[in-house]
């Protein structure tokens, strides 16, 4: 049995922090200076963001080691991150699930509100019945887009992982290499 990493646990909840105070002042102020079309265009990016990264988590959770080994073996590119992101999937899914895939969560909330608002102010209507339906149709869409994810993930993880693999071997980005460690400790 693996002891509690309370580093771990720190860094994550100072990531979550970092996240959702960057994606709530970036919504709030964008959507201070723009009309309803980007407001709500804003708003449908936060829910894909969450999306997105749910998918990206259960593929990891579900991923199987064989297929990329295999592809390390021959070099292809993405091989190594994939690898590394099946090796790591308690902390990756972490940070996809539960910091990204939430923080989105609450921060389209947290849109969703403000757009309602803006909504209300601007045609004078002081009832409950637009921000509930608001509220109701983005959480829809959160669940319905995230459930949908979920089955697309298990049934595919292995092409999610080779594409997201790809993606970090493009931007040099491999968090779980012995030589980015070695870098970043230089």
């Known amino acids: ?42 708003l449908a990016v936060f829910i894909l963001i969450g999306v997105i990264f749910d998918v990206i988590g259960i593929a990891v959770a579900t991923g199987n080691e ?35 895939g939430d923080v989105t969560g609450i921060v389209s909330g947290t849109t969703a509100a403000l757009i309602a608002a803006r909504l209300i102010d601007g045609f004078d209507a002081g009832n409950v019945i637009l921000p509930l339906i608001i509220s109701a149709v983005v959480t829809g869409l959160t669940v319905g887009g995230k459930a949908l994810g979920k089955t697309f ?18 931007l040099h980005l491999n968090p779980f290499s012995k030589q980015e460690r070695k870098e970043r400790k230089v």
């Open 153 to 170: 993930a298990f049934n595919n993880s292995t092409k999610i992982l080779a594409g997201v693999g790809k993606l970090l071997n493009f």
């Open 1 to 42: 049995m693996k002891k509690t990493n309370y580093k771990w646990i720190l860094r994550i909840v100072l990531i979550s922090l970092v996240a959702s105070v960057v994606f709530t002042l970036a919504s709030t102020e964008v959507l201070g200076r723009t009309g309803y079309i980007i407001s709500f265009t804003i």
């Open 66 to 100: 064989a297929p990329f080994n295999s592809m390390a073996t021959r070099r292809q590119k993405g091989a190594a991150e994939a690898l590394g992101l099946i090796k790591n999937a308690d902390k990756v899914t972490c940070y996809c699930n539960d910091v990204i």
